[in-house]
T-cell receptor, first 115, second 113 residues
Framework: AQTVTQSQPEMSVQEAETVTLSCTYDTSESDYYLFWYKQPPSRQMILVIRQEAYKQQNATENRFSVNFQKAAKSFSLKISDSQLGDAAMYFCAYRSAGATNKLIFGTGTLLAVQP | DAGVIQSPRHEVTEMGQEVTLRCKPISGHDYLFWYRQTMMRGLELLIYFNNNVPIDDSGMPEDRFSAKMPNASFSTLKIQPSEPRDSAVYFC???????????FGPGTRLTVL
């Protein structure tokens, strides 16, 4: 069974600085998708970024980028120029590329942004 | 376009009562998912539907939980009888196709006293 591990329960960053959130996963599959979701205090789950395992190029979305290391099964999220609105819980998630459509989530990292 | 709509946003009930949570997916989406979020277990998938048919209900905790999707625009998650350990935030999500992004609703916070 696949598992997703986020080893940092809480992180803090100064406004305008850069922070990296860690995620590792375990799978025997070769084709899959990885995601980072943001959950602000409003509870709404928002997709931040997505990475296809078959793509070697790291995904980027504006200030958000990932460092995808397939061999190491690592998928970290880098937030550049942190803003107060980035404060939220961040979840890493895995989904098989096969028939199943399940998202498997990590336990989350609570990010605080200090002004 | 309206996103995924869930109702109610908050529900407080007493142990033993029946609880029904409702979800309206985004129009045109053919996959619907029910998730539960607790401090102890995090976010876990309970069940998902494709074209109104349940595909995987292996995450449903026990027989007290049931989910239906009578049509493409409506789904319910029912707990009968409810217990305090069912207290959680329940999310509904939908997607178009199996490989596309899942859009989440705002969640229903359920408290069972």
């Amino acid at each position: 069974a696949q598992t997703v591990t986020q080893s940092q329960p809480e992180m803090s960053v100064q406004e305008a600085e850069t922070v990296t959130l860690s995620c590792t996963y375990d799978t025997s599959e070769s084709d899959y998708y990885l995601f980072w979701y943001k959950q602000p205090p409003s509870r709404q789950m928002i997709l931040v970024i997505r990475q296809e395992a078959y793509k070697q190029q790291n995904a980027t979305e504006n200030r958000f980028s990932v460092n995808f290391q397939k061999a190491a099964k690592s998928f970290s999220l880098k937030i550049s120029d942190s803003q107060l609105g980035d404060a939220a819980m961040y979840f890493c998630a895995y989904r098989s590329a096969g028939a199943t459509n399940k998202l498997i989530f990590g336990t989350g990292t609570l990010l605080a942004v200090q002004p | 376009d309206a996103g995924v709509i869930q109702s109610p946003r908050h529900e407080v009930t007493e142990m033993g009562q029946e609880v029904t949570l409702r979800c309206k997916p985004i129009s045109g989406h053919d996959y619907l998912f029910w998730y539960r979020q607790t401090m102890m277990r995090g976010l876990e998938l309970l069940i998902y539907f494709n074209n109104n048919v349940p595909i995987d209900d292996s995450g449903m905790p026990e027989d007290r939980f049931s989910a239906k999707m009578p049509n493409a625009s409506f789904s319910t998650l029912k707990i009968q009888p409810s217990e305090p350990r069912d207290s959680a935030v329940y999310f509904c999500a939908s997607s178009r196709g199996s490989y596309n992004e899942q859009f989440f609703g705002p969640g229903t916070r359920l408290t069972v006293l």
